[in-house]
Structures are given as C-alpha cells and as structure tokens.
C-alpha cells in the first residue's frame, strides 16, 4: 500500500523543514517564528483585507501561513484544507521528508482540516512508475496527544480505497479485491467471510452471476461484520459497495472514452472496507455490516446479452435490456442479503450512473432513498462538514413505472431520461427497510487534480461515511 506519512508531536517549531502556520489574527504568530514583523504586516494589511495565505522562501527557510477564523463555518474548513494543500502542491515540495504543521489559533476545527488538507495531498500512487521512489513523509503537528488520532484514521481509509481504485484489473480481480478486504480485516479487527461462486449460486444471487458470466474469473461476495461491545446501536447499520473491478459494458460495449478507467468501477466496494477499517482502527461504539458483491463486467461467449431474463433473489423477474447496467444488478443481490440483519439503516454506495454524473458532475453525490428524513438532514450536513456534498433526488413513483417490462416484473433500464433516478427505483425494488442510496459516478475517479483530491481515485465517501457513523454512534 501507499506509505501512509508518520504524524508525531512536536511543542515547539522546528527549523530545517518546511513549515505551514496556522493563525486566526496577527497577534497569533510567536515572536522566533522566520520573519515574523514581516508576516504581521503582511496580515494587518488595509482594512477589510482578505489576505489568508502567505508563502515565504530563502534557502533555508520555506515558510507557509494561512489565516482563518479560530472557529471556522463548514465552507470555511474546506478552504482551510484547500490553503493547506497550496503549500505542498509544487512538485518541487512533493519530495520524501519532514513537514511541520503548527496550530496558533487554538481551533481543534482548524487544526483537524488542515491536518486532513496536508495528508490527503500527499498521498501518490507510484507503485508501477519503476524511476520514481514512493513518498515517505513525517507531518509533526502540535496540540494535545490523541487529538489527531481519528482523522489519521480516517484519512488512512482515504488512502486505503483510493490504492484500491487505482490498481488495475490484472492486479486486482474479485478474488483480490476480497483478499486485499480480508487483509484489512486482520489488521484493524473487524471478521471478514468471502463467498464463492458455490456459495453465491446457493444464494440465488442471479444478478451477480449473470454480470459474470463473460469473465474468466469467478465473482465473490464479501460480508464484513464490526460491532463494538455495548454498540449505540443494537441493529446493525449495513453498508453495501458496488465491486465491479473492470466494467466493459458487455454486450453493450463502452466507448473508447468510457472504458479507460473503468477499473474505478469498484470505487463503492472500496469506500465501504476503507471506511469499515477506518471505524476498527478508531474502535468507533458502533455495530455496522458491509457487504462487497464483486466481478467484472467482460465480454466473452457467455456472456448476458440484451433481452435475458432473469430471477431474482427475492423473485422478482428482470429483463436484461442493457448489459451495461449491470452495478444495479449485482447491487440488487446485496441489498436482498441485507435483509436477514433487520437493519436500522442501509447505505449502498455506487458508480452507479452516468447520469448522476452528467447532473452534478464531480462536485458532489447523488442520493435519493426511503430512509427518515432526520437521516438525509444528518448526511447532509456531514456532506458539508467533509466536502463530499450530497444533492437530495427525487424517488417518486412516476419513475418507478419508467422501469415496468411489457415481458418481466422489470427491466433494468428507464429509457432516456432520469437515469440515475431510475436506477435508484430499481434498487428500491429490493429494500424494505430504511435505505439511502449513493451515486459516487461524478467524484469517484478525477483525470485531474482538485486540490488534496490527485488524479486516480479521489476516496470519495469515506470521510462523509466515517463522519455519519460517528454522529450516529453519538445520537443512537
């Protein structure tokens, strides 16, 4: 895996390393700070300055202040994060070593975020590139002990599924996306069961199995199980990631722009372990299940071709119109497997649809679903606390008939229109308890940088994840 950078305390700014200070107003700054005089002045500026970022260099000395406010508004962390990336984004300073991230403010708020803006930029999968060394960084960060333990957490399930995204299909087939899962398990303390093709024919888990059947490898199906003694909540919450690790389309063969990344396909599989990992390591008071139905989606001569039909787990008959909307299929079979937990809450986490995509680009999570509206309010402030912001779809029933088939109960495409929200009525055809649904299409794999989140997979959805369980641990 990507070196994860090692964080240590340090009380006192060190020299002979680049340093990012943090200040809320000039009187912040110590008095020995590397041309201190100068930076107040800079900062006091003309009233009404917006002056937030400063960046000093000489030979010895690289020198970066942001200025915020001590008690930062959700935007404001976001900008704190994105200020702090600034400083380690020249490819000059993206080289193995130390770094200092020192805390004047007082603000755990500031210090958490630009903690988070420092490590997520740092993260670079150089694994194939056989010149160029992976990076190994030291972050010292001042404050009280342990303050920083979570977000070193969750910002390790960051880099965990963003690895994940990244590897290509002939280094990470289902058996291995599973494998790499198990891996996971034993490391953080949370049990891991993997089933076989055997296993999930048995379970009639026929979406699956029909999404595979022009791939040379077998699918799998993971069920990752956390519960924390005297867990807040007795039900479990259940997760469910979409692990299509190379989507062709099929039958139905992508374009040549559509298929190049398509090994990010099983960016929802990827979310749900890293975060699963993320609440082991932090030993979050929770009791959560993740389920991973894994394959790849190839063209071979078995493969499913348009017009099949197919039974469900639960029955249901669907009519296969479009082999490239298989995540729906394979998803549909998690969703009915979760059944047996009687959960509070199930989440399933997608690249579900282009649509999705097309609507809200990469700036944000389609999300749509028949859970209690107290659990959308909280995903969506823990969507402005994160940065993974989520736009609330409609599920009306006017789009439930969009995916009635003249031959089966249902067919697997809406047609034209409101393709992620038809798909979202298709998944809903297999839930009876309080589900919520995440298209992750647009932000899940970036061709360019966004500020800490690099080209590859961005490990959208583990913070926004980790977060939401965390107030549901606290509220339950």
């Known amino acids: 895996m990507t070196a994860f950078p090692q964080v240590k305390y340090a009380k006192d700014i060190k020299t002979g390393m680049p340093v990012i200070l943090l200040i809320s107003k000039t009187t912040d700054i110590p008095s020995g700070v590397f041309m201190a005089d100068e930076i107040k002045k800079y900062f006091s500026g003309k009233p009404g300055s917006d002056r937030d970022f400063l960046e000093i260099r000489t030979p010895s000395q690289k020198l970066f202040v942001v200025k915020t406010n001590k008690e930062p508004e959700?935007?404001?962390?976001?900008?704190?994060?994105?200020?702090?990336?600034?400083?380690?984004e020249n490819p000059g300073d993206r080289k193995s070593g130390d770094w200092q991230l020192f805390n004047c403010t007082g603000g755990n708020a500031v210090a958490v975020a630009a903690l988070e803006g420092l490590l997520l930029t740092m993260y670079s999968f150089r694994k194939y590139k056989t010149k160029r060394k992976p990076l190994e960084f030291t972050v010292y960060v001042n404050g009280k002990p342990g303050l920083f333990s979570e977000t070193i957490n969750y910002c390790?399930?960051?880099?965990?599924?963003?690895?994940?995204?990244?590897?290509?299909?002939?280094?990470?087939?289902?058996?291995?996306?599973?494998?790499w899962i198990s891996r996971l398990g034993k490391e953080a303390g949370f049990n891991v069961s993997v089933f076989g093709k055997k296993k999930i024919a048995?379970?009639?888990?026929?979406?699956?199995?029909?999404?595979?059947?022009?791939?040379?490898?077998?699918?799998?199906?993971?069920?990752?199980?956390?519960?924390?003694?005297?867990?807040?909540?007795?039900?479990?919450?259940?997760?469910v990631g979409k692990g299509v690790v190379f989507d062709t389309g099929g039958i139905n063969l992508k374009s040549y722009e559509g298929i190049m990344y398509m090994k990010s396909d099983m960016s929802g599989a990827a979310a749900v372990a890293s975060v699963m990992y993320a609440i082991a390591l932090s030993q979050m008071p929770v009791?959560?299940?993740?389920?991973?139905?894994?394959?790849?989606?190839?063209?071979?001569?078995?493969?499913a071709v348009s017009g099949d039909i197919i039974k469900m787990m639960n029955g249901i008959t669907v009519e296969?119109?479009?082999?490239?909307a298989e995540g729906r299929l394979i998803l549909a079979d998690a969703l009915e497997y979760a059944k047996k937990y009687d959960p509070l809450l199930v989440i399933d986490i997608a690249t579900l649809t282009g649509?999705?995509?097309?609507?809200?680009?990469?700036?944000?999570?389609?999300?749509?679903?028949?859970?209690e509206f107290y659990a959308f309010s909280l995903l969506e402030v823990c969507g402005f606390e994160t940065h993974e912001r989520v736009v609330r779809?409609?599920?009306?029933?006017?789009?439930?008939?969009?995916?009635?088939?003249?031959?089966?109960?249902?067919?697997?495409?809406?047609?034209?229109?409101?393709?992620?929200?038809?798909?979202?009525?298709?998944?809903?055809?297999?839930?009876?308890?309080?589900?919520?649904?995440?298209?992750?299409?647009?932000?899940?794999f970036l061709e360019e940088k966004d500020s800490y989140r690099g080209i590859g997979g961005s490990g959208v959805g583990v913070r926004l994840l980790y977060r939401f369980l965390k107030k549901m641990s606290v509220q339950s």
């Not at 960051?158 to 299909?169: A, K, Q, S, T």
């Not at 959560?288 to 071979?300: I, K």
Request: net charge neutral; hydrophobic share 45%.
């Open 74 to 88: 959700d935007g404001e962390l976001e900008k704190i994060r994105r200020q702090v990336a600034r400083a380690i």
């Open 156 to 179: 390790r399930g960051v880099y965990v599924c963003r690895d994940m995204i990244n590897e290509p299909l002939n280094a990470l087939n289902a058996a291995g996306l599973s494998s």
């Open 202 to 239: 048995s379970l009639g888990m026929n979406g699956l199995l029909t999404v595979n059947r022009g791939s040379v490898d077998d699918p799998t199906f993971t069920v990752m199980e956390y519960k924390y003694p005297n867990a807040k909540n007795t039900k479990p919450i259940v997760l």
């Open 287 to 303: 009791n959560v299940v993740a389920l991973v139905p894994a394959t790849d989606n190839r063209l071979a001569g078995n493969a």
């Open 320 to 324: 296969v119109l479009n082999t490239d």
């Open 355 to 371: 649509a999705a995509s097309a609507a809200l680009g990469r700036n944000a999570i389609a999300v749509m679903g028949t859970a």
């Open 393 to 444: 779809f409609p599920l009306w029933e006017d789009y439930g008939k969009m995916i009635e088939s003249k031959v089966a109960d249902i067919k697997n495409v809406g047609g034209k229109h409101a393709g992620a929200i038809t798909a979202g009525k298709f998944l809903e055809r297999f839930t009876d308890y309080p589900w919520i649904h995440l298209d992750i299409a647009g932000p899940a």
